[in-house]
């Protein structure tokens, strides 16, 4: 499974970007994995931020970023969205897509693939 990461920027606070993940691979189901998106801020530990289901029917969040963003996939493009809104400073990290065979947790460790990360910076 591979996964490319796009849209990141620098966007000043209280503007949006959307993120978008493709997915590929021979072994890549849409419709049997969960995807999400974790981030990384300098000198701190990756992070969960947003997951959704491998039908889209369900859609989890950290709490720091609920009302402000949206994961969202499409399952016959194989690809997912994080439309973040209302950005924050502390929101600036390097956004990684994740993969997961059917569930997905929001442990670092119990991830299965990852994207190579897009980087987002957001000014004060």
């Known amino acids: 499974v591979q996964l490319q990461a796009s849209g990141g920027g620098l966007v000043q606070a209280g503007g949006s970007l959307r993120l978008s993940c493709a997915a590929s691979g021979r072994t890549f189901n849409s419709n049997s994995y969960s995807m999400g998106w974790f981030r990384q801020a300098p000198g701190k530990e990756r992070e969960f931020v947003a997951s959704i289901s491998w039908k889209g029917r369900s859609a989890y969040y950290t709490d720091s970023v609920k009302g402000r963003f949206t994961i969202s996939r499409d399952n016959a493009k194989n690809l997912v969205y994080l439309q973040m809104n209302s950005l924050k400073p502390e929101d600036t990290a390097v956004y990684y897509c994740?993969?997961?065979?059917?569930?997905?947790?929001?442990?670092?460790?119990?991830?299965?693939?990852w994207g190579q990360g897009t980087k987002v910076t957001v000014s004060s």
């Open positions: 994740a993969a997961n065979l059917y569930d997905m947790g929001r442990e670092v460790g119990s991830i299965d693939h």
